[in-house]
Each structure stands twice: as structure tokens, then as C-alpha cells.
């Protein structure tokens, strides 16, 4: 794959270098997944975002890891994986609305969620609009687990 820079691309990614990607709070947060256990496990949550690019430029995403002791931050720059955890998102079959009282079981305490834009409004027309799923089991929680083995080379320190 080659990567054509513009010259206002650069500006951005010069800019992106200098501050880290992950930390500037000039890139608006999108997405997450997380994880979260009552049973010993600490809670994970990986907060996802996109660098501005001008039009025709290629994307570039920022994660950040938060509720373990060390943290952690990493652009796609830096980790290839990165797009690939993007690109599952939008992959990503949700399941159907199933209305009524669900019969619920607790297997271990731990609750995995994903968060993403929903296409009612394309960007950039809103942030509000949102999906959430939630699950203590099944394809979500298979996900979830996918994503941070993938991200777990990437990390670095807060």
C-alpha cells in the first residue's frame, strides 16, 4: 500500500507526532469496547477516534487504554492492527431487538460493550448518534477479547 502525502496532510501528521496522537484533544473520540469484570479481572475500556484528514487523504485512528495501571495510547501508524480492529467494527453483525423479559444468566460477572456511530446521521452531521451492545457471553464478547489481543503489541506508555 502506498501513502501519497499531501502537503496539508503532513501538517497534521507533524502535528499528530509532536503532541502524540492519542493525547490531543483536537480528535474527537468516536467509539469503544471495554470490558468489565466483578471477578478479579480490571476493567479495560479502548477509546477510539479518527485524526482529521483533508478530502482524498487516507484515515488515520487513535486509540487509548484506560482502567489498567499502565494505560496506554497507539495510532495506526504506529500499529497496522489498529485499522484492521476499525474495520471489524463496521463488520460487526449486531443482533436483532428481541422485546420481552429476557430469561438472563450470569456465567462469570463480566459484561463486555461496543459503542459506534450509527448511520442514521453519516459524519460529519452529529457524534450523538450511537449503538451500544452490551453482552456477558457469545459474539460480542469473542470480539471484544479479539480486539485487545490484536492491540495488545501497540500500547504505549500514558
Avoid at 459503542?115 to 448518534?129: C, R
Amino acid at each position: 500500500m502506498k501513502l501519497y502525502f499531501r502537503p496539508m496532510m503532513f501538517l497534521v501528521l507533524a502535528a499528530a507526532a509532536q503532541t502524540g496522537v492519542a493525547q490531543s484533544a483536537a480528535f474527537t473520540a468516536w467509539g469503544e469496547f471495554a470490558r468489565v469484570s466483578g471477578h478479579g479481572l480490571s476493567p479495560i475500556t479502548v477509546t477510539v477516534g479518527s485524526v482529521p484528514i483533508p478530502s482524498g487523504g487516507h484515515p488515520i485512528y487513535w486509540a487509548k487504554r484506560t482502567g489498567r495501571a499502565e494505560g496506554g495510547s497507539t495510532d495506526s501508524l504506529r500499529c497496522p492492527a489498529l485499522f484492521a480492529v476499525v474495520d471489524s467494527m463496521r463488520q460487526f453483525r449486531l443482533p436483532t431487538p428481541q422485546p420481552g423479559d429476557p430469561d438472563i444468566k450470569i456465567a462469570d460477572g463480566t459484561i463486555y460493550s461496543l459503542t459506534v456511530p450509527s448511520s442514521y446521521h453519516p459524519a460529519p452531521a452529529t457524534n450523538l448518534d450511537k449503538i451500544t451492545i452490551t453482552s456477558g457471553d457469545g459474539p460480542l464478547a469473542e470480539w471484544v477479547k479479539g480486539a485487545f489481543t490484536k492491540l495488545e503489541p501497540c500500547w504505549s506508555p500514558k
